[in-house]
């Protein structure tokens, strides 16, 4: 146990450089991605101490080139998913009893490495492998995970810290045991400091964990690996398993010694987890925790009052940054129809003014979306709008995949408001409109709240306090992260906690204390310091 009452450094956010022309990290940026370009990344498994190159492999293909192969990842099969398992479970009992501090120091040197000798590698990782412009690359990868890693660590300290009170002949403490088992963490392609963090924040209470990242986030998960090893990550803690998704999922929630479950994904696919970890839980030793943020369909919400620019301006961000393939990504919304002609005017006009393109050509706003399979989809959704009596393609509307999946950013006017488009998650570059009469701005609150399964983010714009007072009130269920005169987007870690309700998660709110709590067993010890020496109480006296 360390010989002192330890503070951690005070987190801040991490600052987000320009990469403007002329800068100097524009110029490293350029020459880290043109390396990375040009290389044949080999991503094995991380079981232990080892890397395991199993020889089944895939290629992994920049999604806004297809065709170049820059690099492959090796594929698990079961018995080495028991493996990392065993690994895990190997490294438990050492890692869990190291002092927290030494904990603490791993993932701030790990942080220390990403903002600085590691950051253009996990930069253009990211660009390359999920097609992420350098900006949105550089608030994702360097600086959200060094958000995430930083301040986990000063909440894991203030919940240590929180004590229950005591009174005469008594002392009360809490400990927080980390869970008995491993965690499991699964990871979406879309942001690698989701990937970094649904391992490492069990992890920093002092799990392990057996982690599975996204097929097409393979490039910067390697990064990650190579960063939590030179912090001092122990072997074991956090072991990196590949390959086929339903196979690895079985095998650890099928495991004795499961203790929870750390996933962001698709709806769907969480609730078939959770229906095969239900299905299992007489083989458990205890109930897993589990924790999962999922899909959303995000609104923006516009009153009368507000300024068509900045409507205008929160609808383009909010929807096609990263192509749309944010969780927050805003893909409904409702216009009050006096401001709606201005609006639409500054849409359409900005919106194809949008350059698109590789991410290595730093004038592109947007790039291509993630693969094939989305690219169809989108694909199919775009033609049927076209189709459509009931909708109109105002912007956009073209694709081409030819040499990477790029889909025109696309903006659906609709009469109905229940259309397709307004309600399903697409997950692209697509956003719906519907123009709403604006004296039924309430009752189009209530529509907003109404028209999706899920309930992540949301946004009501307004110059009306009283106007943005009702949609506050009535939206309350629908977002979990719910913006006034801003975009739907871009939530912080320490400022904005992340997650929702609804069919959009268990709203545990990423980097915050609320999740680091999911991945600790607290003990509550009483020492009494005189103790009774007789079983009488006063009451029974004669
Ligand atoms: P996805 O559900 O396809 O994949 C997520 C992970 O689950 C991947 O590692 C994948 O390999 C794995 N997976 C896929 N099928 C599986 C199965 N049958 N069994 C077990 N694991 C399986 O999601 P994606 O396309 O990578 O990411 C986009 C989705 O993630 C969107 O729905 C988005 O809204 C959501 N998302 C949510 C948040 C949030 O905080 N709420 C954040 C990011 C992404």
């Known amino acids: 146990m360390g010989k002192g009452f330890f503070n951690t450094p005070t987190a801040v956010n991490e600052p987000i450089k320009s990469y403007a022309p002329g800068s100097p990290e524009r110029a490293s940026i350029q020459?880290?991605?043109?390396?990375?370009?040009?290389?044949?990344?080999?991503?094995?498994?991380?079981?232990?101490?080892?890397?395991?190159?199993?020889?089944?492999?895939?290629?992994?293909?920049?999604?806004?080139?297809?065709?170049?192969?820059?690099?492959?990842?090796h594929l698990a099969n079961e018995s080495q998913v028991k493996d990392a398992i065993q690994a895990a479970l190997k490294a438990k009992k050492d890692w869990a009893e190291l002092p927290w501090e030494q904990r603490a120091a791993v993932f701030l040197k790990a942080a220390d490495l990403i903002s600085g000798p590691y950051r253009d590698k996990i930069n253009a990782a990211t660009m390359i492998g999920q097609s992420k412009t350098v900006h949105q690359a550089e608030i994702d990868?360097?600086?959200?995970?060094?958000?995430?890693?930083?301040?986990?660590?000063?909440?894991?300290?203030?919940?240590?810290?929180?004590?229950?009170?005591?009174?005469?002949?008594?002392?009360?403490r809490m400990e927080h045991r980390p869970l008995e088992g491993f965690v499991y963490a699964i990871t979406p392609f879309n942001f690698t400091a989701i990937a970094g963090n649904l391992p490492s924040a069990p992890a920093i209470m002092g799990n392990v964990a057996v982690w599975k990242p996204s097929d097409s986030q393979m490039l910067s998960a390697q990064v990650i690996m190579e960063v939590f090893k030179e912090?001092?990550?122990?072997?074991?803690?956090?072991?990196?398993?590949?390959?086929?998704?339903?196979?690895?999922?079985?095998?650890?929630?099928?495991?004795?010694?499961?203790?929870?479950?750390?996933?962001?994904?698709s709806t769907n696919v969480f609730k078939g987890i959770w229906q095969k970890i239900g299905n299992n839980i007489h083989n458990y030793k205890s109930y897993p925790r589990i924790v999962g943020e999922t899909g959303g369909k995000d609104y923006i919400m516009a009153h009368g009052s507000a300024d068509p620019q900045v409507v205008a301006t929160a609808l383009l961000r909010g929807a096609f940054e990263y192509q749309g393939q944010k969780?927050?990504?805003?893909?409904?919304?409702?216009?009050a129809k006096s401001i709606w002609p201005e609006v639409k005017e500054r849409l359409?006009?900005?919106?194809?003014?949008?350059?698109?393109?590789?991410t290595g050509d730093l004038e592109n706003f947007m790039s291509a979306v993630i693969h094939e399979r989305s690219f169809d989809k989108l694909e199919k959704y775009i033609n049927q709008a076209k189709d459509d009596k009931e909708a109109e393609i105002i912007v956009g509307g073209n694709f081409?995949?030819?040499?990477?999946?790029?889909?025109?950013?696309?903006?659906?006017?609709?009469?109905?408001?229940?259309?397709?488009?307004?309600?399903?998650?697409?997950?692209?570059p697509v956003l719906t409109v519907y123009v709403y009469d604006d004296d039924k701005f309430e009752e189009t609150l209530h529509l907003v709240d109404e028209t999706s399964e899920y309930g992540l983010t949301g946004s009501i714009i307004s110059t009306d306090r009283n106007a943005a007072s009702l949609a506050t009130k009535v939206l309350q269920n629908s977002a979990g992260n719910f913006y006034i005169n801003d975009k739907c987007t871009g939530s912080v870690?320490?400022?904005?906690?992340?997650?929702?309700?609804?069919?959009?998660?268990?709203?545990?709110?990423a980097g915050s204390k609320f999740n680091l709590l999911r991945w600790s067993s607290p003990r509550a010890i009483k020492e009494t310091f005189v103790p009774a020496t007789d079983y009488g109480y006063p009451h029974m006296e004669k």
């Not at 229950?164 to 002949?169: K, L």
């Not at 969780?327 to 216009?335: D, E, H, L, P, V």
């Not at 359409?348 to 590789?358: A, L, N």
Request: charged share 25%; net charge negative.
């Open 400 to 428: 081409d995949k030819s040499k990477g999946y790029f889909v025109e950013p696309t903006v659906i006017e609709t009469t109905n408001p229940k259309y397709e488009t307004m309600v399903t998650e697409l997950f692209g």
């Open 327 to 335: 969780c927050s990504a805003a893909s409904r919304s409702y216009i």
């Open 31 to 73: 020459k880290t991605y043109k390396e990375l370009y040009d290389q044949h990344a080999n991503i094995p498994l991380y079981i232990g101490s080892e890397e395991v190159e199993t020889g089944n492999t895939l290629p992994v293909n920049p999604p806004h080139d297809h065709q170049h192969e820059v690099g492959k990842y």
């Open 348 to 358: 359409v006009k900005d919106t194809k003014s949008i350059k698109m393109g590789s």
């Open 493 to 509: 870690v320490g400022r904005q906690p992340f997650g929702g309700a609804r069919g959009s998660g268990t709203n545990d709110k």
């Open 231 to 265: 912090a001092g990550v122990p072997d074991g803690v956090i072991n990196m398993i590949n390959g086929d998704p339903e196979m690895i999922t079985d095998t650890c929630v099928n495991h004795p010694d499961f203790a929870g479950i750390h996933f962001t994904g």
């Open 141 to 172: 990868s360097a600086c959200e995970l060094c958000d995430f890693l930083r301040f986990n660590v000063r909440y894991m300290h203030e919940i240590y810290q929180e004590q229950p009170a005591s009174v005469d002949n008594e002392w009360n």
